[in-house]
C-alpha cells in the first residue's frame, strides 16, 4: 500500500483543464484509492460508494465520464491509471531495496553481536587465569616481603599529601589575596591614617563620609580586591574622582558668581544713564 506519493501539480492541471470541479474532486479521490489499494482498487461500485463516499447515482455518472475522457481504465475487473501504476511500481521498488537493506544490518548487527560475545568469553577466561597467578604468588610470598610492600604503600600514600604541601607553598601571601572590605577595614569606622593623608595631599574635602559612602557601598556590592593594596588603589581611585568633580564645582560656582556680578553692574550702570538722560531732558 502506498500511502505517500509524488504528485506533479502542472502535469495534473493539463490533465483535468477540461474536468467540472466536481469531476476533479472524483478523479482525485479515485487515485488516492488506487494507491492505497496498490494499483488494484476492484471495480465494485458500493465499495467505492462507501470508501469515497458519494452517491450511487453521481459515481456512476463521473466514472462514465472520466472512462470517456480516457483518464482511468478498467481491465479485468480493477481500475488502472497509467500514472498511477507507474508510481505504484517504483514506491515497491523502492520499498524493497529497502527492506533488503534492513535485513543486511541486521544480519550484520547480529554477527558482531556473537563475535563480541565469544571475545568476552575468552576474555573472561583469560581473566580469570591471570588471577589465579597472582594468587598463588601472594601466597608464596614470606612475610618480609609484605612488610616491604606495606612500607612502600605507606610512602605512595603520603606523596599526594606532599604534593598539596608544594601546591599551598606557592600561593599568593596573604596580602595579595583576593577578600572583601571588611577583612581590611571598619567601614562604619575612623579613616585610617594612610588612606587620610593621601586624601589630604589631593586636597579632597569631607574626607570622613566620603570614606563611609565608599566603604558601604562595596560592602552592599560584595566586593573582592587584591588584599591590602587592592583595597588601597581602589581607594586612590575614588579620592581623584572626587577631587576633579570638586574641583569642577567650584569653578563653576566662581562661573556664576562673576557672571551675576557682571550682570548687577550693568544693570545700575543703564538704570543711571536713563535717570541722566530725563533729568536732562527736564
Not at 462514465?64 to 501504476?85: D, H, M, P, Q, V
Not at 599551598?168 to 569606622?189: F, Q, V, Y
Amino acid at each position: 500500500m502506498a500511502e505517500i506519493y509524488m504528485k506533479n501539480i502542472r502535469d495534473w492541471r493539463e490533465a483535468t483543464l477540461m474536468l467540472s470541479f466536481e469531476e476533479k474532486g472524483y478523479f482525485d479521490e479515485l487515485i488516492n484509492l488506487i494507491y492505497i489499494y496498490d494499483d488494484c482498487l476492484p471495480d465494485k461500485d458500493d465499495l467505492i460508494c462507501r470508501a469515497m463516499p458519494v452517491h450511487k447515482k453521481l459515481h456512476l455518472r463521473l466514472k462514465r465520464k472520466l472512462i470517456e475522457a480516457g483518464l482511468i481504465t478498467i481491465k479485468g475487473g480493477f481500475y488502472f491509471n497509467k500514472r498511477a501504476s507507474l508510481e505504484v511500481e517504483k514506491i515497491n521498488q523502492i520499498s524493497e531495496r529497502n527492506k533488503i537493506k534492513a535485513l543486511n544490518r541486521w544480519a550484520k548487527s547480529s554477527k558482531r553481536k556473537t563475535i563480541i560475545n565469544a571475545d568476552a568469553g575468552e576474555g573472561a577466561d583469560a581473566v580469570s587465569d591471570a588471577n589465579r597467578v597472582l594468587n598463588q604468588k601472594v601466597n608464596s610470598e614470606s612475610d618480609g616481603s609484605l612488610i616491604t610492600k606495606r612500607q612502600k604503600n605507606l610512602t605512595i600514600k603520603r606523596s599526594p599529601n606532599d604534593k598539596r604541601r608544594k601546591k599551598k607553598s606557592n600561593r599568593l601571601p596573604a596580602s595579595n589575596a583576593r577578600c572583601s572590605i571588611e577583612d581590611i577595614l571598619d567601614p562604619d569606622g575612623k579613616v585610617p591614617e594612610e588612606y587620610r593623608n593621601y586624601a589630604e595631599e589631593q586636597g579632597l574635602s569631607n574626607t570622613q563620609r566620603i570614606f563611609t559612602d565608599w566603604a558601604n557601598w562595596w560592602v552592599s556590592e560584595n566586593g573582592r580586591k587584591a588584599g591590602a593594596r587592592g583595597w588601597l588603589a581602589t581607594w586612590k581611585a575614588r579620592v581623584r574622582k572626587d577631587v576633579d568633580r570638586q574641583r569642577a564645582k567650584s569653578t563653576y560656582k566662581k562661573e556664576q558668581s562673576r557672571a551675576g556680578s557682571c550682570t548687577t553692574a550693568l544693570g545700575a550702570r543703564l538704570a543711571l544713564d536713563r535717570r541722566r538722560d530725563r533729568q536732562g531732558k527736564v
